[in-house]
């Protein structure tokens, strides 16, 4: 669906427009399905670069599990 669209703002605004990537991608610890798809579209956007330069500019990163555990309210603590 993100390749769609970036052709469709390249249709519409025209080559001279600069097209920006940021994707969040699924660490080890998702799910079985999450990684395959983050597997597939990265494959996609590989093969993608191979043909065409859609993207002006790509950032991959992926949001690991911070380990926050949500702890009851206390005496003195503000919300």
């Known amino acids: 669906m ?3 669209l ?3 703002i390249r249709a519409l605004k025209g080559e001279s427009s600069q097209i920006w990537l940021f994707a969040v991608i699924p660490t080890t610890k998702e799910g ?3 990684q395959l798809n983050a597997a597939i579209a990265l ?3 590989e093969y993608l670069n191979l043909n065409e330069r859609l993207f002006n500019h790509i950032i991959l990163t992926s949001l690991g599990p ?3 555990k949500k702890r009851g ?3 003195g603590r503000s919300a």
Do not use: N, P, S
């Open 2 to 4: 993100f390749i769609d």
């Open 6 to 8: 970036a052709r469709y």
């Open 32 to 34: 079985e399905k999450e």
């Open 43 to 45: 494959t996609e956007l």
């Open 66 to 68: 911070t380990g926050y």
């Open 73 to 75: 309210r206390g005496k």
